[in-house]
Every structure is written in C-alpha cells, then in structure tokens.
C-alpha cells in the first residue's frame, strides 16, 4: 500500500527556547532545564540566558548532554571565600594531646 514512499523522518524533539523583549530593546533568549533534584526531592529547574538564538542552541544542548552523561556541575551561588572556609572547617580536627 505503501510502496515507494519513505518512511518518515523521526521527529526531533523542538528545544524549549524562548524569545522575550527587554524594556531596552534588547532581545535575549531563554531556556529552563532540570538539572537534577533538590534535597527535598523536587525537581531543580535552572533557567539559562544568551544573547543570540545560535548561543543558546549551542549551550542548551551542551548543558543536556553534560547532564545525560552525568558530568554536569550546577551553577550556585557559593563564592571561592565561601568554599574554601567550608573546606578548612571541614579539614580542622580538635587534638587533646598536649604539644611536646
């Protein structure tokens, strides 16, 4: 019945990409992404801006295949001083043995 017509193509899943307008003009585009879950178990959903249509392409699909392939590292908003002080406090043990 069929005969001679291709099977079609599968489709492509179309990337969740938005177009928005700022109040100066200027026409960025956004993308949310869940990239992994909360402590409380809920879904951690990060939004991502670029400038251009072919930067957040470009990115949303590098971020998707980083998270695929479980090698993604999360945005946060822990500062370098922050960090180290939470490693030394974590590195410091409490010696009772008297110096010699």
Request: no cysteine.
């Amino acid at each position: 019945m069929t005969e001679g017509i291709p099977p079609e193509k599968e489709a492509r899943r179309a990337e969740p990409i938005d177009k928005r307008t700022a109040k100066n003009g200027t026409v960025p585009y956004t993308f949310p992404i869940d990239v992994g879950t909360k402590s409380n178990g809920k879904q951690d959903r990060q939004r991502f801006t670029h400038n251009t249509l072919t930067e957040a392409r470009h990115e949303y699909r590098r971020i998707t295949s980083e998270i695929a392939a479980r090698k993604y590292v999360r945005l946060t908003d822990l500062t370098v001083d922050e960090a180290r002080n939470e490693w030394i406090a974590s590195r410091r043990t409490v010696d009772d043995t008297p110096a010699r």
